[in-house]
Structure formats: structure tokens, C-alpha cells
């Protein structure tokens, strides 16, 4: 049984695997699986993003949308001690990042549930993080970006990466219609690292 990463099937086959990983100097081991995003190796477009991410938080909570098998809210609640919740609609997902989680040492910091874009989360954020499931289309993506919007607080922080030839300019149209700024924090290879501020 074939199984998308932006859907909810966990009856598709299983063959977990493990990956090591570096990104700005730090180590990370993840499990992926069948049926998750980039099983194979963290994806370019992920690794740039954190590599350029830059957070700075008082108090308030991180948000990753999407997680997937979990790098992102991993990096964030390892290199900076935050708190972060993670929501994908694909249970598979949430349960291999939340073993990763622990498996990198920061499930006291992290936590998950299952939610197709926003639509479970009830909290208030400082920063929101995504590579958004862009083969779930762009109604799907523009109402992840409206949802984080309405879940950040005032001066609080989208960071996005994005694909030149999978939407970034239309992301960008869309996003400065919503936020009080935005901007494009890099741009390599064709993938744009977006940041907005509400």
C-alpha cells in the first residue's frame, strides 16, 4: 500500500531506518520510514532552513508544522532550549519524532499531536517553523500560512523554506498580506528561506 508523506495512512508498509545527520555542527540521529518526508536523508531545503535560522524568544513556545520525523522541532529544542509542540497530519510522523525526540535527548522540551495544518492547535506562539507539504497544493499552504498568522503572537516570527519553482514568489505575494514584514533570508539553489513577522 503506497502511502503520501501529507496524508494520514499508517496501515501502509513499514521498513524503519536510521540516519545521521549534521547540520551547523551538531549531531542528530533520526528513525524514518516508509511514507514519511525525505526517509532517505534530511532534505536540502530543511537543512538550509536551520542553518539559517536564528531565534530569538522570550518565554514563548515554538511551533513546527508538518514536523515530519521531527528535525526540525529537534534542532530548535537542542541548540536553543526551547519548548517546541509539533503537529503533521500523518501519524506516522508524529510518533517517529517523538522517538526521535528522546532518541536526541529533548522530549522534556518537545511534544506532538496530530493536526491537518493548524486546525487542533489552540496556543499562542513566538515563532512558527514549516517546509510545508507542497504536494498537498497551494490552498493547503496559503491556510497553513493564514492559521500561522492567527497563532503567532504580535512581533512573532513564520520562518519558511520554499522552492522558487514550487511557489516561492506567489508564498511571498501571499505572506505580505497577511504580515507586517517579510523577508527573504536566503536564497540557494532555489530554495528561499523566508521569515515574516506579524
Avoid at 497530519?89 to 526521535?100: C, D, I, K, P, T
Avoid at 528522546?102 to 496530530?114: A, P, R
Wanted: net charge neutral; aromatic share 10%; with cysteine.
Amino acid at each position: 500500500m503506497t502511502m503520501h508523506y501529507y496524508t494520514n495512512n499508517i496501515d501502509a508498509d513499514s521498513k524503519p531506518k536510521q540516519i545521521s545527520v549534521t547540520v551547523n555542527g551538531q549531531h542528530f540521529s533520526f528513525q524514518t520510514d516508509i511514507g514519511v518526508f525525505s526517509k532517505n536523508g534530511l532534505d536540502f531545503g530543511t537543512k538550509t532552513l536551520l542553518e539559517a535560522l536564528e531565534l530569538q524568544l522570550e518565554g514563548q513556545k515554538v511551533l513546527d508544522v508538518g514536523c515530519g520525523y521531527g528535525p526540525i522541532a529537534i534542532y530548535v529544542a537542542k541548540t536553543y532550549g526551547y519548548t517546541v509542540d509539533m503537529v503533521d497530519v500523518n501519524e506516522r510522523s508524529l510518533g517517529l519524532a517523538m522517538l526521535n525526540a528522546k532518541g536526541n535527548g529533548v522530549d522534556h522540551l518537545v511534544q506532538g499531536k496530530v493536526s491537518n495544518c493548524l486546525d487542533e492547535v489552540s496556543q499562542m506562539y513566538g515563532a512558527i517553523i514549516t517546509n510545508p507539504p507542497i504536494r498537498a497544493g497551494k490552498q493547503t499552504i496559503f491556510r497553513i500560512y493564514e492559521q500561522s498568522y492567527e497563532h503567532l503572537v504580535d512581533g512573532g516570527v513564520l520562518w519558511i523554506v520554499i522552492q522558487k519553482k514550487q511557489g516561492a514568489n506567489s508564498t511571498i505575494k501571499k505572506l505580505e498580506t497577511l504580515f507586517a514584514a517579510v523577508d527573504i533570508v536566503i536564497k540557494e539553489k532555489g530554495y528561499f528561506i523566508i521569515k515574516a513577522e506579524k
